[in-house]
């Protein structure tokens, strides 16, 4: 029963790869290893999906340093900020839309650039330039782990290391290809305005609000019933996180062992809804505990908004994929 909920083998592989990044957390108490976990458990996704080869996961690592780094530049200008997330959410859902097999490769490189450069924005404000050369280069190692599995996989599988993927990058069948262009405008439309909001008022933790216009915008396919699972996901998430957080020690290991079972979520629990609900939980759990006001509503408004316009955006597209050619 338990084999049709949990992917015991991703688990397993995922609990193996970061285990030097929990050693180093409680080694060094040093809330760097926790995003450094973020980085190495998206890199562990897009490759496993994606079915990419170490090349490839070298550019995909490279891509996601290049990104955060360009975004927390970018903070201190909303105009260039709000360009740069737009763009990238387009290119990420027209490789999507056009090659379905990069589509969690792209998704997995747009979350680490809007989660860690949000979360580093402290440090460029307060002037820690040195040490965000220390968290830089922790970071852009984080996909070592991954890239030392993928060239054993390519080596035990006889297979070459020139490529960067090993799965067929065939277009995607009609309509999505005929309307590409269309799909990808409309559901920019919907990030656009997520990050307007994000921008223009005193969002916190904006990049809730953001990620999940870009998630449901990015897979037309798939975006109501993404919309639903995350309304309904991350609203009894939240509200069971935030009770449950009243009980847990208010203790720095708590709120790195809870973060570590929502990354782990990303790559153990195959239904959609139920892991991002228990991925909600685990979020608002570790942040009241770590001393955050109110995150249980923040989440669930952050959440429904984000999903909501995003969903919205793409409704415009499938008005246009149904109607008749004149």
């Given at each position: 029963?338990?084999?049709?909920v949990?992917?015991?083998?991703?688990?397993?592989?995922?609990?193996?790869?970061?285990?030097?990044?929990?050693?180093a957390?409680?080694?060094t108490?040093?809330?760097?290893?926790?995003?450094?976990?973020?980085?190495?458990?998206?890199?562990?996704?897009?490759?496993?999906?994606?079915?990419?080869?170490p090349?490839?996961?070298?550019?995909?690592?490279?891509?996601?340093?290049?990104?955060w780094?360009?975004?927390l530049?970018a903070?201190s200008s909303?105009?260039?900020?709000?360009?740069?997330?737009?763009?990238?959410?387009?290119?990420?859902t027209q490789?999507?839309?056009?090659h379905?097999?990069?589509?969690?490769?792209?998704?997995?490189?747009?979350?680490?650039?809007?989660?860690?450069?949000?979360q580093?924005?402290?440090?460029v404000?307060?002037?820690?330039?040195?040490?965000m050369?220390?968290?830089?280069?922790?970071?852009?190692?984080?996909?070592?782990p991954?890239i030392?599995?993928?060239?054993?996989?390519?080596?035990?599988?006889?297979?070459?290391?020139?490529?960067?993927?090993?799965?067929?990058?065939?277009?995607?069948?009609?309509?999505?290809?005929?309307?590409?262009t269309?799909?990808?405008?409309?559901?920019?439309?919907?990030?656009?305005?997520?990050?307007?909001?994000?921008?223009?008022?005193?969002?916190?933790?904006?990049?809730?609000?953001?990620?999940?216009?870009?998630?449901?915008?990015?897979?037309?396919?798939?975006?109501?019933?993404?919309m639903?699972?995350?309304?309904?996901?991350?609203?009894?998430?939240a509200?069971?996180?935030?009770?449950?957080?009243?009980?847990?020690?208010?203790?720095?290991?708590?709120?790195?062992l809870?973060?570590?079972?929502?990354?782990?979520?990303?790559?153990?629990?195959?239904?959609?809804?139920?892991?991002?609900?228990?991925?909600?939980?685990?979020?608002?759990?570790?942040?009241?505990?770590?001393?955050?006001?109110?995150?249980?509503?923040?989440?669930?408004?952050?959440?429904?908004?984000?999903?909501?316009?995003?969903?919205?955006?793409?409704a415009?597209?499938?008005?246009?994929v149904?109607?008749?050619?004149?």
């Open positions: 029963m338990l084999a049709h949990i992917h015991w083998r991703a688990l397993w592989r995922a609990l193996v790869m970061l285990t030097p990044v929990v050693a957390f409680a080694y108490n040093d809330p760097v290893w926790l995003l450094c976990a973020l980085v190495a458990t998206c890199s562990l996704v897009a490759a496993d999906r994606s079915d990419l080869t090349p490839g996961t070298i550019v995909h690592g490279a891509l996601v340093s290049a990104g780094l360009s975004l530049w903070r909303p105009a260039i900020y709000l360009v740069l997330v737009v763009v990238y959410a387009a290119l990420g490789l999507g839309n056009r379905p097999a990069l589509r969690p490769a792209a998704l997995f490189a747009l979350v680490p650039m809007l989660y860690v450069s949000s580093l924005a402290d440090e404000t307060s002037g820690h330039v040195l040490h050369g220390y968290v830089f280069s922790i970071l852009t190692c984080a996909c070592v991954v030392a599995w993928r060239v054993w996989l390519q080596i035990r599988e006889k297979q070459p290391l020139s490529d960067c993927t090993t799965l067929p990058v065939a277009d995607a069948p009609e309509p999505t290809v005929a309307y590409a269309w799909l990808v405008g409309t559901g920019v439309i919907g990030v656009l305005t997520a990050v307007l909001l994000a921008v223009s008022f005193p969002v916190t933790h904006s990049h809730w609000l953001i990620w999940s216009a870009i998630i449901v915008a990015a897979d037309p396919l798939l975006s109501r019933s993404k639903r699972a995350r309304v309904v996901g991350g609203s009894l998430g509200m069971s996180g935030a009770i449950i957080a009243g009980y847990l020690p208010h203790e720095l290991w708590t709120v790195a809870l973060g570590l079972g929502a990354l782990l979520t990303l790559v153990a629990i195959k239904p959609y809804g139920p892991a991002f609900g228990i991925r909600s939980s685990l979020v608002v759990m570790g942040l009241s505990v770590a001393g955050g006001e109110h995150v249980a509503l923040v989440r669930m408004v952050d959440v429904i908004a984000g999903s909501g316009i995003g969903y919205l955006g793409l415009l597209a499938t008005v246009k149904r109607r008749p050619s004149p």
